[in-house]
């Protein structure tokens, strides 16, 4: 989901989340119901989870102290005769593992062995939720969604924050086993204070969370005495000598978890179909604006302007000059105008016709392409969507491809030898083909062109008249000789010819620009329909 749509933040985290937890937590614990209870231990910054963990291994296996964040890479402390457990990636695979030395990298998982952790249990040190550092925090966020219950570290000032309790409203919505800890109760708060956490929890539908109180103590040698520590250590002592609860924790936490897939799912699969919609919307951006252009550049075509100034000039020299006129009487226009080009180096009067018709044609089709791209790109700016996407491209794609003189000259260039080719096939399917092909194949081929371009609309006053005209003249010239349908045959074809070149050019260079962006932020056609119909049929495979 690579657009800016509304909610794709949303979109994106429940994507991110549903993801990791399938490959961290889903697939492992489904491939393998016998394997330890792995225990996630989290909460607020300062809450004192890595002092938990150490004092439960005896040893300082976390970092701990006043310097904020202390746990940065997770440390995962297990029985030595859990190490096979552990030691490949059966679970959280995206992270490699480390034994010995202090935990680093955020990447890695750190494996600690020893015996004071009871057998089929294992311990996980998770970044603080409310971290200062967004990495640390989406850590956390993953390593929770890897456990199978959450040892939920919290203290007596802090328990009622808002923090934890969002990430305890999210454990109670996917019924993920829970056990909280309330750390650090002052001796005349050691009633009052987990009383009134129980209500909470039990008012927040919490009901089966245990709350384990840790008196406020002085740390020895980094750790908490044992007594201070004992309601947490009897609690983990009787769950692991206990298989049946811990399988029953691991049923719960599972099937929330497949639960949730539904509604997460559903958030990802409306994320795309908002991705679609967006991608539609602004190709639909592309078309109108290169649909736009291409009405504007057959409009100029048709309107006579081309007929304007300089064309006008020369076409006004080849009849006025009666170079055309006497190649038609002396009939030896083809071979003077070859004689004219190979020894005085310069064009026949009617090929400069046809390379300042050009001229003109490149010019119309250039200004309406830079009006399309600018177009195109207010619109993108007008969309969320857009916007992200302009971001980086924008200056090149507010005007025309630098391509596009040399693409536009070369496919004119090869529309006018489709014109001669034109002008000879017909002159040589007639009787009068001798006759037609020595008054010369430009001279005709200018002939057509003209006519092509002469209608009248666009033009006033003289230019009206001589270039109505030459029109008529050039028209009458090829009617003689090929007859009128032919003409009107020939026209037409060389007409299309030329407009089909132009869209070619626009939709195959210029627009493909804008198609190209937005090819690579589209999600795979039915993607959104494929997830939730996954979910269907693993919603019917449970029931």
């Known amino acids: 989901m690579l657009l800016d749509v509304p909610g794709v933040a949303t979109a994106r985290e429940a994507r991110d989340e549903t993801v990791a937890q399938i490959a ?13 209870l792995l225990v996630v231990v989290g909460g607020s910054t300062g809450a004192g989870k890595s002092t938990l963990v150490n ?19 997770p440390v995962l402390a297990c029985h030595p005769g859990d190490k096979s457990w552990f030691q490949d990636d059966r679970i959280l695979p995206s992270f490699a593992r480390t034994m010995g030395g202090a935990p680093s990298g955020s990447n890695t998982l750190h494996l600690v062995l020893d015996s004071d952790v009871p057998p089929g249990i294992a311990l996980l ?25 959450w040892l939920f570290v919290t203290t007596a000032a802090r328990y009622a924050d808002a923090v934890p309790w969002e990430l305890l409203s999210k454990a109670q919505a996917r019924a993920i086993a829970l056990a909280m800890v309330l750390n650090r109760i002052p001796p005349e708060a050691l009633a009052e204070v987990p009383s009134h956490l129980r209500a909470l929890l039990d008012s927040a539908g919490l009901q089966r969370a245990p709350v384990l109180s840790v008196p406020e103590s002085e740390l ?3 750790l ?7 309601p947490v250590r009897a609690w983990l002592d009787d769950l692991a000598r206990d298989q049946e609860q811990r399988e029953k924790l691991v049923r719960m936490t599972l099937a929330g978890a497949l639960d949730s897939l539904a509604a997460r799912t559903e958030l990802v699969a409306s994320g795309l179909d908002a991705q679609s919609g967006a991608v539609k919307e602004l190709n639909d951006a592309v078309a109108r604006s290169y649909d736009r252009c291409l009405e504007d550049v057959s409009d100029a075509l048709s309107g006579g302007t081309l007929l304007r100034g300089e064309v006008l000039a020369r076409w006004q020299e080849v009849v006025g000059t009666g170079d055309f006129m006497r190649s038609l009487e002396a009939r030896i226009g083809r071979l003077r105008d070859r004689v004219a080009e190979a020894v005085l180096g310069r064009p026949s009067p009617a090929g400069e016709v046809q390379s300042v018709l050009s001229e003109s044609v490149a010019s119309v089709v250039r200004a309406a392409a830079d009006r399309a791209a600018e177009a195109t790109v207010d619109r993108w700016r007008e969309h969320p ?36 080719q034109l002008v000879s096939s017909e002159g040589a399917s007639k009787r009068a083909a001798g006759r037609a092909l020595s008054l010369g194949v430009n001279g005709l081929g200018a002939a057509l062109m003209v006519v092509v371009f002469a209608h009248t ?49 626009m939709w195959e260079q210029e627009a493909a620009r804008f198609y190209a962006l937005l090819e690579k932020a589209v999600p795979p056609q039915n993607q959104a329909d494929e997830l939730r119909g996954t979910v269907a049929a693993l919603a019917d495979a449970r029931s």
């Open 220 to 222: 020895r040698d980094g």
């Open 125 to 149: 040190d998770a970044p603080d939720i409310d971290s200062v550092e967004i990495a640390n925090r989406i850590l956390s966020d993953q390593l929770l969604a890897a456990g199978d219950l």
């Open 224 to 230: 908490l005495p044992k007594l201070a520590l004992e």
């Open 385 to 420: 969507a857009g916007r992200s996407l302009l971001a980086i491209e924008e200056k090149a794609l507010s005007h025309s491809s630098a391509e596009l003189s040399s693409r536009v000259a070369d496919e004119l260039r090869a529309w006018q030898e489709g014109v001669l």
């Open 457 to 505: 609309g666009g033009l006033t006053g003289g230019e009206l008249a001589v270039a109505g005209g030459t029109a008529t003249l050039s028209q009458k010239l090829l009617e003689a000789l090929f007859g009128d349908q032919a003409v009107r045959t020939l026209t037409a074809r060389a007409r299309d010819d030329l407009i089909a070149r132009i869209a070619k050019l």
């Open 24 to 36: 961290d937590y889903l697939l492992p614990r489904l491939e393998r119901l016998d394997a330890p």
């Open 55 to 73: 004092s439960l291994v005896g040893a300082e296996v976390s970092p701990a102290g006043v310097l904020r964040p202390t746990t940065r890479a």
